[in-house]
């Protein structure tokens, strides 16, 4: 299969983009194409003295800044690397876009180009989050704000799909991100989603509360894009501050000081496991394609590991699995 | 001046009640009255060899539920431990009523018998939140849902005064939750809101993300009470899970096992800063008479910090500075 690589798209591109083909090419047997300048990506490429056989350039001479507005980046930027990457995705010839860049252009280009899938009112972004128990998907995680609920009753069987197939979990338990976890708790929006995952998913476990998510309450965790967002971004913030100020208080006990080159190495462990590089790309479900969308940050391991990612999504046949459940889902009702 | 205590309220009530009366009337010059039943208060005292003279107690025979509906609780116990303590604040003969039972019965009796501040919309739960810098306010967490963009900006003014009030910051920064900086960032109500801060507030930052919370970019933080109450629970989650990790990472390195004393010590620390009992209760504001919502669970340590906290948020006029700023406040528009 052909996997399309947006090569001028985030902060550190184009090197960590090649430099994460170069990884996930020598993984992989999927053709790994780098959309771009030409002679920019191919003087980025000659720094590695091997470079694996199935990595190729295809030119594309535009960037979308990651600031620019989307619809005006789609309107104008045919020849962007992201556009030209999406569009080998949206016409048939390539399996899956992955890019780090402006992620509200991918969306754009997506949405227009590659198309929803039948019966999908919006697709939703799925990030996986560390828990105690493992890991658990949210979503959404900022492509819709003001949903409706069917929109989450959507979410819900996407993500049920996803967790499936990529994590490989048998029966996924749904939960529905709430106030309380009484089925009348919650705001007119989960309160009506609540009623139609009650109705039409046999693995919803009802409402969980934000303490319920990192304890591992539930595989598929479903909200709106506005939610899910700031609580992605929250918990980033609150373990960043948790470690910081677990670093300056073991200043204050001169012997923890001593310990500190341990309790590194274990926070390096967590860390792992709550690391965007290491979790690589978040899927846009519900198109009718295969879309990773990369933290802007992202370095060359979140790269590779986004393409290998990607690479696993498409030969579970995930995007076809999701249109498949979503015929007839919930009577065809909406 | 007569703090209202309701005994009977709370996980661990009459003991945790009666003990946090205690050590707070040792250390105030109020007068701490004590609601419940009379036979069973005067034998949990009992317990206490020295007990301060500024501590007595006013019968009263019911006791409101924890998972009671609010509505019926107002309704059908009047002579609950809770009501009465409401009461005595609604009639002026007390300053203060501090529960730590049903909090949805809390915010009905308030609403209902204390009754909102003229010109108030809807009153929200304000809590302290450990951040980087110090501590930040968040408001609402859980008051209301759906609120109105009218509601965030009078949710602002209060948090405004009671952090100028209360904490002694002389110009709290004003931070509105949405999924960018950008003013167009958000949905619906935060772009509606946004507008109305920018133009009422002359310390609006503008839009915080999730991250910009703990790293301590403003110190009033507005919300809709949805969102405040799902973030405030999944950062307790959130630190929970890390703690957790860390401590199991630590088995896997020996050495840094033999750490685990002192770092656990570090933690300590850190814990007290984030611990809802250091806190103590979270003021409703908005209602004419001072309301401190406590945890359920809390301990005698959190009640007495919540005395103390009702005991300098009456003595600073914090009511009555909110009444007075919300006169007029964005030319009266609302």
């Known amino acids: ?61 535009e960037v979308v800044g990651m600031n620019e507005d989307p619809t005006s980046a789609y309107r104008q930027k045919k020849n962007s690397s992201l556009m030209v990457a ?3 995705v949206a ?3 390539a399996a899956a876009v992955i890019s780090a860049g402006n992620s509200g252009a991918i969306m754009t280009a997506a949405l227009l180009d590659i198309k929803r899938i039948e019966g999908i009112a919006r697709p939703a972004i799925a990030v996986l989050f560390p828990t105690l128990k493992g890991r658990a998907v949210i979503l959404d995680v900022g492509a819709n704000v003001d949903s409706k609920p069917i929109n989450l009753l959507q979410f819900a069987e996407m993500g049920r799909v996803y967790v499936q197939e990529v994590l490989g ?5 749904i939960g529905l991100i709430s106030i309380g976890e009484e089925d009348n708790k919650g705001n007119e929006l989960t309160i009506e989603a609540f009623n139609l995952l009650k109705k039409y998913e046999k693995n ?10 990192p304890l591992g309450k539930a595989d598929v965790i479903v909200c709106d894009g506005f939610l899910g967002n700031v609580l992605l971004k929250f918990g980033e913030g609150v373990a960043e501050m948790l470690f910081k100020l677990i670093k300056s208080s073991l200043k ?10 341990f309790l590194w190495t274990a926070i390096k462990d967590i860390r792992k496991r709550a690391d965007y590089s290491e979790v690589g790309g978040a899927p846009l479900l519900g198109v009718k394609g295969s879309c990773f969308i990369c933290h802007g940050r992202s370095d060359a391991k979140a790269i590779k590991n986004a393409l290998i990612k990607a690479s696993t999504y498409v030969k579970h046949n995930t995007t076809e699995k999701i249109e498949e459940s979503i015929k007839g889902f919930g009577n065809g009702k909406y």
Chains 1, 2 share one sequence.
């Open 91 to 93: 016409t048939g010839k």
């Open 252 to 261: 204050n006990h001169p012997v923890a000081w001593l310990s500190l080159p």
């Open 169 to 173: 979990v048998e029966s996924p338990r």
């Open 1 to 61: 299969m052909k996997l399309m690589l947006d090569g001028m798209g985030g902060d550190h591109a184009p090197a960590s983009q090649i430099e994460g083909a170069a990884l996930a090419g020598s993984i992989l047997d999927d053709e790994i194409v780098i959309t771009g300048d030409e002679k920019t990506l191919e003087a980025e490429l000659k720094k590695y003295k091997k470079v694996p056989p199935n990595i190729s350039i295809m030119h594309a001479s």
């Open 86 to 88: 999406v569009k080998m």
């Open 204 to 213: 919803f476990i009802g409402n969980i509360e934000g303490r319920d998510i």
